[in-house]
């Protein structure tokens, strides 16, 4: 596949970054007048992208997830061939994120990758544990991937005090050591309290597993007073959000965060790796998002206008936190639901309050200076 064998060549030889960054700005600029068309019209093209849930279900309980599985796992989940059957039907939907829940619960993940064809790029994020060199194989002989990411916050005992159970480091480092030779392997790591410190030396383990980028991602905070107003600002019900509460705060300072990251940087020109974060533009507003206040001196505007989202019963949803059902495409096309007047009361509703105050930190967040008037 094309966009795999470039991503490939860009990180063992150099030019990366650039071409991420370029990439990046360009989507953004297309979000941008991809929102104001719909804004003039009412009409909002249909989605290239999709994040495509197969199923919720997770083999891990992680510390910083803030997924209410109890909520998301008891409805029915679409077969294989249901998920062939909505792929053959939208061809138009060439980049596909099989999201989770840990994708890999689905024992069928394997025959889901190989209905979406061979003209579809496919990235897979997972905690790794349940991919061995079978799996890895598995993978590489289907060839439609362009990135798995696998995730791993620190070394073994972080990593595993995190996760909730012992052995998930060594589970993930051997799935990144299996794939890396053959799929282009994002390392990502949720930056938190209890790896704060350690991650630097996560460019170095990179190295270690044959790993050639690694994303640092800022932890999304979802206390009670913040996940309220989001339900105010955008007019959902409790039901809409699925999200457990936790009450975490950051606990280390600005200043120690700037550094930290600074170091990831150097450590990455230095040993080859590329670094990126989530948020994209994590560093340029460091300030911003380590308090959660990009909305307040920014216009925002959300990559969800640009990609679908679909729960693993066939609900179309806004995101996978705003998860406002507008239809199910086990009863109708996706064109129809996509431009519902439920979808576009939704979507107006967002953009008249510059988003909601969940949406600090998402990566599908993009912003601009405000005009002044």
């Not at 979406?116 to 991919?131: A, D, E, S």
């Not at 060594?170 to 790591?189: D, G, N, W, Y």
């Not at 925002?300 to 179309?316: I, K, Y």
């Amino acid at each position: 596949m094309m966009e795999k064998r470039i991503k490939m060549l860009l990180l063992r030889h150099g030019g990366y970054e650039t071409a991420r960054r370029l990439h990046q700005s360009f989507q953004d600029r297309k979000l941008r007048k991809r929102v104001r068309s719909f804004q003039e019209t009412g009409f909002l093209a249909l989605p290239g992208a999709v994040m495509f849930e197969p199923t919720q279900r997770c083999n891990l309980r992680c510390r910083m997830c803030y997924q209410d599985r109890a909520a998301l796992t008891g409805g029915d989940e679409l077969d294989s061939g249901e998920i062939g059957w909505f792929f053959k039907e939208n061809p138009r939907l060439r980049k596909v994120t099989l999201y989770g829940g840990e994708i890999f619960m689905r024992k069928d993940l394997l025959d889901i990758i190989r209905s979406l064809g061979p003209y579809r790029t496919v990235i897979l994020p997972t905690n790794g544990t349940l991919v061995d060199e079978r799996r890895a194989a598995d993978l590489k002989e289907i060839g439609t991937i362009a990135t798995v990411c696998v995730s791993l916050d620190g070394p073994a005992p972080v990593h595993d005090a995190i996760r909730g159970r012992e052995g998930c480091f060594e589970k993930a480092t051997r799935a990144v050591r299996s794939l890396a030779p053959f799929i282009p392997v994002t390392v990502t790591a949720v930056i938190q309290n209890d790896n704060v410190h350690v991650l630097p030396e996560m460019v170095d383990l990179c190295v270690s597993l044959g790993a050639r980028k690694i994303k640092y991602e800022m932890e999304r905070l979802y206390g009670e007073e913040r996940m309220g107003r989001a339900r105010r600002e955008a007019g959902l019900g409790e039901r809409d959000t699925a999200i457990v509460r936790k009450g975490r705060t950051r606990e280390y300072p600005l200043e120690t965060l700037r550094a930290v990251l600074g170091e990831c940087l150097r450590r990455g020109r230095e040993r080859g790796v590329s670094v990126t974060f989530d948020p994209p533009f994590l560093m340029e507003r460091l300030d911003y998002c380590y308090r959660d206040g990009l909305r307040e001196d920014f216009r925002c505007f959300c990559h969800g206008f640009a990609m679908g989202t679909v729960a693993p019963n066939g609900d179309v949803i806004h995101c996978h936190v705003l998860r406002k059902v507008f239809g199910n495409i086990r009863e109708r096309p996706l064109a129809e639901i996509w431009n519902s007047a439920e979808a576009a009361r939704f979507r107006s509703r967002l953009m008249e309050n510059n988003l909601t105050a969940a949406c600090e930190n998402c990566s599908f967040l993009a912003h601009a200076p405000r005009r002044n008037g």
